[in-house]
């Protein structure tokens, strides 16, 4: 029965930070993720500082999933915004042509590997980065008339599975898994080098043995640097294999530059590094200028589909098209590529030295301002047997850009060297707690930090590239005070 009393007004809801934070707990999905681990509620932000509800400053080493070249609110993107804004331009306006776009895509292709930019093609996309990954698929499955993708172990590409599939528009799409190159917890035990040329060699077999049940794929599709699977930089030497192999195959290459484009890394495309020309390069998080944007570009040969093949309502959002032109000319001419590599190297250095106090400190991996730190429990029983593989006698454990066959890898392998002709036992296991305890104490301490990685147990710095040097020695001087404590919490001998 309806009661005919009317209902007392209700109280007006308060807006301190904890009863916010309670409404979300009790409003928001399960699915929810940084909301869990980070607890705050920003109010203001300026470079690589947020001020939460609560007064409290932190250092964000976050910068929206890699998303904040210049951190938060920076003058030239604020002006960029508001000179939209002031100028009456219509904010959304589906794919029509406008000043704001042709602007910006001048200022993306002036930035663009020669080899691709000279003769490319772009696509505006919905605004996410699993757009523009979908419709990089979708070029080449068209292209080259195949279904296969080929792929990599620790990847991470975006969240989209079933919009086409519940539209009628399903796709029958395989999907092969390569393995990528890690030294760390190398797939076949050996890191360095050898573990890149047997990943290079397992693939070119699957794809020239007739019989190896791998139909020929449509495209392959690589991270340079894997983010969340864990910071996995890519050996270049491996990554230019990868290219000679689709190329002498006729594959296109599809390179997900969405979290390490930019100068993230410390080129402004990571692929640079290795001078790799992909035949297609998704990009998006950093080139809004931190709203949202993702395009695919690619070589004009593949531009065979026809209109309508792929959409999405939002991909003309002029305000995001503004502040990624103003992002894309500020990183070039202030040479904030140059700058990431430079400081993102010494703090590799300094967190190396931290590592080597910390045995819970698996290895600390990197490229430019893409840093991971892989926490282990040390003294978990190591893996040693079946799984433990001779070390290559005549390979000294300084001995680490030796050429095997034709590659070379920049990235550090003595973590897991025991030295020449010894036993290389497996790694230390994963420690997901340590790790999550680690984040929970830097935000103790004012910093912000990005789990990620296969066990959630890599702590992921990805700092603003306009960072200072004494703001990096902030973020490491706290980094390190959060891990000391951590560790004597969970175990007084470490
Ligand atoms: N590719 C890579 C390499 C990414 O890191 C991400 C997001 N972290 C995506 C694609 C998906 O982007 P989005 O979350 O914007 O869909």
Redesign the pocket.
């Known amino acids: 029965m309806i009661d005919p009393t009317p209902a007392a007004p209700a109280a007006p809801p308060s807006y301190g930070p904890e009863a916010i934070l309670r409404r979300q707990s009790l409003r928001e999905s399960s699915a929810r993720t940084y909301a869990r681990t980070l607890p705050i509620v920003p109010v203001r932000a300026r470079g690589l500082t947020i001020e939460g509800a609560d007064g409290k400053r932190y250092l964000d080493c976050l910068s929206g999933?890699?998303t904040l070249a210049l951190g938060h609110n920076h003058p030239v993107v604020l002006e960029a915004i508001r000179k939209v804004l002031d100028s009456g331009a219509p904010l959304h306006v589906l794919d029509l042509a406008t000043p704001v776009k042709d602007d910006f895509t001048t200022a993306l292709f002036e930035t663009l590997p020669r080899g691709l930019a000279d003769r490319a093609r772009i696509q505006f996309c919905g605004p996410?980065?699993?757009?523009a990954?979908e419709a990089a698929l979708k070029l080449v499955r068209r292209a080259t008339g195949q279904r296969g993708t080929l792929a990599f172990t620790g990847a991470?590409?975006?969240?989209t599975a079933d919009a086409l599939a519940a539209s009628g528009g399903a796709e029958d799409v395989t999907v092969t898994r390569l393995p990528f190159p890690q030294d760390y917890r190398c797939p076949f035990g050996v890191g360095g080098p050898q573990g890149a040329e047997l990943s290079a060699r397992w693939t070119e077999s699957i794809l020239d043995d007739a019989k190896s049940g791998v139909h020929r794929p449509a495209g392959m599709i690589v991270?340079p640097v894997q983010?969340?699977g864990g910071v996995h930089p890519a050996p270049d030497a491996w990554l230019r294999r990868m290219r000679e192999i689709t190329a002498s195959r006729g594959i296109p290459l599809i390179v997900?530059e969405?979290?390490?484009g930019v100068g993230r890394t410390g080129a402004f495309w990571a692929v640079e590094h290795s001078g790799v020309v992909p035949d297609v390069m998704?990009l998006?998080?950093a080139i809004g200028g931190s709203l949202p944007l993702?395009v695919v570009v690619y070589r004009e040969e593949l531009d065979t589909w026809p209109p309508g093949a792929h959409a999405g309502t939002f991909r003309g959002n002029q305000l995001a098209m503004a502040a990624g032109a103003a992002t894309l000319a500020y990183v070039t001419a202030n040479g904030l590529a140059e700058r990431a590599e430079v400081l993102g190297a010494r703090m590799l250095r300094q967190l190396r030295a931290l590592a080597a106090e910390y045995p819970c400190i698996g290895e600390v991996r990197g490229r430019g301002l893409m840093i991971g730190i892989e926490l282990v429990d040390p003294e978990a029983e190591p893996a040693v047997g079946p799984g433990a593989v001779p070390v290559d006698p005549a390979m000294g454990p300084d001995d680490v850009t030796r050429p095997v066959g034709d590659l070379t890898t920049p990235t550090s392998w003595s973590a897991v060297q025991r030295g020449a002709g010894q036993v290389r036992g497996e790694p230390a296991p994963a420690a997901p707690e340590l790790a999550a305890t680690v984040q929970r104490e830097c935000l103790r301490r004012g910093l912000i930090v990005e789990l990620g990685g296969r066990n959630s147990s890599v702590v992921r710095l990805l700092p603003p590239l306009t960072l200072t040097d004494e703001q990096a020695s902030a973020v490491l001087d706290r980094f390190a005070d959060a891990l000391a404590v951590s560790v004597s919490a969970s175990s007084p001998r470490r």
């Open positions: 999933a890699g996410a980065g699993t757009d990954v991470y590409h975006g969240m991270e983010g969340e997900d969405v979290q390490t998704v998006s998080k993702a």
